[in-house]
T-cell receptor, first 115, second 113 residues
């Protein structure tokens, strides 16, 4: 059964710092990996999707990398801003010959960017 | 930008009552999903739906749960007889293709008393 772990559970940084959030998964047979942000009491906003054949994806100040063989992904946020404060979730979709649709989520990293 | 919408935003019900949570997926998407998040816990997969049938479900999705796409736009989750432990945030999601980005709605907070 796929398990997704995110470390640290919480992170506090001063504004302007670059930071890295980590995600690990136990089964490397994944189809893709998706990073989300979740604001308190709100839904999930998709940030980046990395297919299993890709090594990284970039969107603005965000860069996500994937090392499938070691079961790891990182989300790099450059020049952090107070508006980046949220919980960041990592989710993997397993690879299955029969087709598997579900995402398995980590518990998230709660990021606070201090002005 | 197209988005997934959900109603109601908050539903309070008595234990044993039936509830229907409603979602309008993004219009050209073909795959639909329900997830839930119990307070303080991980987001968990419940069910996926494609071509008017359930394509995958988790062990959480027992006989008390059902899904339906009653028309061309709505996607619903029904809980037949709610239990206290069904209290959670329920998220609807949709994607255009099987391996594509899943877009989530804002959620319905279900409180079972």
């Amino acid at each position: 059964k796929q398990e997704v772990t995110q470390i640290p559970a919480a992170l506090s940084v001063p504004e302007g710092e670059n930071l890295v959030l980590n995600c690990s998964f136990t089964d490397s047979a994944i189809y893709n990996l998706q990073w989300f942000r979740q604001d308190p009491g709100k839904g999930l906003t998709s940030l980046l999707l990395i297919q299993s054949s890709q090594r990284e994806q970039t969107s603005g100040r965000l860069n996500a990398s994937l090392d499938k063989s070691s079961g790891r992904s990182t989300l790099y946020i450059a020049a952090s801003q107070p508006g980046d404060s949220a919980t960041y979730l990592c989710a993997v979709r397993r690879h299955s010959g029969a087709g598997s649709y579900q995402l398995t989520f980590g518990k998230g990293t709660k990021l606070s960017v201090i002005p | 930008e197209p988005e997934v919408t959900q109603t109601p935003s908050h539903q309070v019900t008595q234990m044993g009552q039936e509830v229907i949570l409603r979602c309008v997926p993004i219009s050209n998407h073909l795959y639909f999903y329900w997830y839930r998040q119990i307070l303080g816990q991980k987001v968990e997969f419940l069910v996926s739906f494609y071509n008017n049938e359930i394509s995958e479900k988790s062990e959480i999705f027992d006989d008390q749960f059902s899904v339906e796409r009653p028309d061309g736009s709505n996607f619903t989750l029904k809980i037949r007889s709610t239990k206290l432990e069904d209290s959670a945030m329920y998220f609807c999601a949709s994607s255009s293709g099987l391996g594509d980005t899943q877009y989530f709605g804002p959620g319905t907070r279900l409180t079972v008393l």
